[in-house]
């Protein structure tokens, strides 16, 4: 018997929409007889699907590289002009096509299931007068990266990058780390109107859109396109008080010991990442060539089918880690779709955070790696509450191996910092995630208002930094998170899934490394082909952040902080 020839190849240029109108339109066209002309609709569907992702992909991953190269910017813009509203058209009519059909609801729904829930929920929000004001967002997401991304500091004598700049916040000497803070946050009050003035230009087209789909505001417009089957905004209001109530008070108490250990009345924004014992901050590796090394020995130490999909990473073009000049800020997985490659893109700069990024980062490979075997593209991506489990999880799970990176005592250092700072993320999150419903509840507000309300939220979810004299920067904080500009609503994920992570962690230190980590992929491999709390189920996790696990987590890293030698 020989394969069937599949529907589309990489040759094809997907980049062009003359190219991939005539196979969009014959899946239209296809007469669908039995579910399994259904089936197979799906399945071709999802090669080009894959294809056009990819090419979006590519194009993005160079932009994002070199944000001053006027060409990679303009095949980036022509993608989203011109294939991309074209592809949400005929992806809606596909979608039509697939929840129309009698043969939909004969299909295995076990396996089918999931894909035809979220499918039914695409057809119901889609409005075609939506799509230009997508297309128009997605450019001004752009401009927000060559705003941030042409950001440097005259520093020292020399043009530092913004991740550059905070290997100062760690020197000892406190004058320097004061003006190293003072040169950035000059550098970000610069651009201050411009991004208020980009911020409003979006809140108002977002605003447009849930309208044109009938919701109230973009809050509510925003859960249900992002696919929120399992928590409401309610749940969300749940999690903040959770935080208020649980995590806050350790940041605080953590706060207030770094500020007496440091012999200083106030603690100040310079004052949170110095060691407070005065050694000098961590370096975990020279350059990005040691950073994968260092990283190959961990993962291969842990695990050898990890060990070898890291080592995959290696071949071909699939990593970008070190910072310099007009690369957009952060970092990012993005999965090639069609090759069924990942790409990782960080700003390394040799400080101990860029190693967290890297191993999280690398966690959403392995997530890329294990759910890649699946035929249908939509199954090879979760819904992002568990996705971040996976990379969360390896930022925890790599404790035992980062000797390869640092001393023993070195290490300790590392693990008590991640711990400590777990505090100060969860805080962040929920500041972040309650900011983000305060202002598309608030539609029409003024940048003084915004302002005002992101201080107030600061003061119920901050730590115990003084502010005097810098009440303007700690105004424009949130101007540096760029998932409000770029990804609305994408940030509570992070704090589930960080609830997540520890009862993965914690699996592995009452279960067994073993079990915790075949656990953990095998719920990987599953990829968004079942509901997330089975996700969670099967990664041997609770779907909850109310305060009951929130206290029981965090009850779990105050015990291991009095483990580790500070």
Known sequence: ???????????????????????????????????????????????????????????????????DDEAANRGYEQFVQEVSPRHKQVSFELDKKICDSPHA??????????????????????????IPIQTELALLEQKYNQIVGAMTCEFEGETRTMPQMALYLEDQDRELRERAWRTVADRRMQDREALDELFDEMAAKRGAIGSNAGFENFRDYQHAAMMRYDYTPGDCARFHEAIEQVVVPLRRKLDEERREALGIDRLRPWDAAVDTRGRDPLRPFKDADQLV????????RMDSELGAMFDRLREGDCLDLETRQNKAPG????????????????????????LETMVHEAGHAFHSFLADHDPLVGYRHSPIEFAEVASMSMEL??????????????????RREHLEAMSRTL?????????????????????????????ELDERFGGGTDWEGLEAQRMNLWH????????????IEYGIAQLGALQVWLNSKRKGEREAIGAYKKA???????????????????????????????????????????
């Open 1 to 67: 018997m020989t394969e069937s020839k599949p529907f589309v190849t990489a040759e094809l240029d997907a980049t062009k929409w003359d190219n991939l109108e005539p196979l969009y339109q014959s899946l239209i066209d296809r007469e669908l007889r039995c579910e399994g002309c259904l089936e197979k609709l799906l399945l071709d569907r999802s090669e080009l699907d894959a294809l056009v992702s990819e090419a979006g992909a590519n194009l993005y991953i160079t932009m994002t590289r070199h944000t």
């Open 480 to 491: 540096r998170q760029l998932h409000i500009f770029g990804m609305p609503f994408y940030y």
């Open 524 to 566: 990987l491999a599953l990829g968004g082909s079942k509901p997330l709390p089975q996700l969670f189920e099967t990664a041997e996790c609770r779907f909850d952040f109310g305060s009951e696990i929130v206290g029981e987590l965090m009850d779990a890293v105050r015990d291991e902080l009095e483990t580790i030698p500070a």
């Open 397 to 414: 799970l790599t404790y035992p191996y980062l000797e390869e990176f640092y001393t023993e005592v070195d290490a300790n250092r590392a």
């Open 331 to 354: 970092g990012y997985q993005y999965n090639r779709d069609f090759s069924r490659m990942p790409f990782i893109f960080m700003n390394a700069a040799g400080l101990h955070r860029d």
């Open 427 to 455: 805080s962040w999150i929920a500041q972040v995630d309650a900011f983000q419903h305060w202002l598309y509840l608030n539609p029409g507000h003024g940048v003084e208002e915004r302002s005002r309300k992101w201080v």
């Open 105 to 130: 609801e004969k299909l295995d729904q076990d396996r089918y299931g999931v894909m035809l829930r979220e499918t039914r929920t695409s057809v119901g929000m889609f409005r075609e007068e939506n």
């Open 293 to 300: 090394d260092r990283s190959s020995k961990v993962f291969n």
